[in-house]
């Protein structure tokens, strides 16, 4: 009885078995055929990215292949990409963010071997369209002011919106989208000045 009773249960674990190798199988070999277009397609928007905020001019090598880490004084390594040419660096490029309406705002910035901005772009975020979407080229030259301004150039307690007493527009409707970008900018601009001659070591 216990015999017959314990068959079913038997047969059900064998094909519950029987059916996770197999689907455990067919995830291994779609990840096979498709692991390798993710990262292609990943390393094709970074490249994208990069040629936004490190003019190509600037640079004989590949950015996204040169990179080093540096810890920021938050404690945690951050990926820095490098423009060289004939061996120096001629510019570099990190991410760094700011808190938004519909939260983080993903900065990437370039900055050239005085510590001025080559360009910002925003690479991710979740602002209202219409409103905190401004940031986006496509949407008006804001984030373009940014370009060949420094930590010192305006002067630090100019690096906020006016409505704060700093230099930067904010969007009609909108001043905590522009207030972080405004923000993260500046908290990257201090992060190359705190770690400039590791930045900028030949290697």
Do not use: C
Not at 41 to 49: A, Y
Not at 53 to 73: Q, S
Not at 167 to 175: V, W
């Amino acid at each position: 009885m216990s015999y017959n009773s314990g068959k079913p249960t038997y047969v059900h674990a064998l094909i519950l078995a029987a059916f996770s190798t197999g689907f455990g199988a067919l995830l291994a070999f779609t990840d096979l055929f498709t692991d390798e277009p993710i990262k292609q397609r990943r390393i094709e928007d970074l490249q994208n990215s990069l040629v936004q905020v490190l003019p190509p001019a600037i640079y004989d090598n590949n950015p996204a292949l040169d990179t080093i880490m540096i810890a920021g004084e938050d404690g945690k390594e951050r990926k820095i990409f490098r423009a060289t040419k004939a061996g120096q660096v001629t510019g570099v490029a990190y991410e760094t963010y700011g808190q938004g309406y519909a939260g983080q705002i993903k900065i990437i910035m370039g900055v050239d071997p005085e510590g001025k901005i080559l360009g910002v772009r925003a690479v991710q975020h979740k602002e209202t369209p219409g409103l905190g979407d401004k940031i986006d080229p496509k949407k008006g030259p804001w984030i373009l002011q940014f370009n060949g301004l420094s930590i010192d150039n305006p002067p630090p307690a100019m690096w906020k919106v006016k409505k704060d007493g700093g230099q930067f527009d904010q969007f009609s409707g909108a001043t905590i989208t522009p207030r972080a970008v405004v923000t993260g900018i500046r908290k990257g601009l201090e992060f190359f000045s705190a770690n400039k001659p590791k930045l900028l070591e030949a290697h």
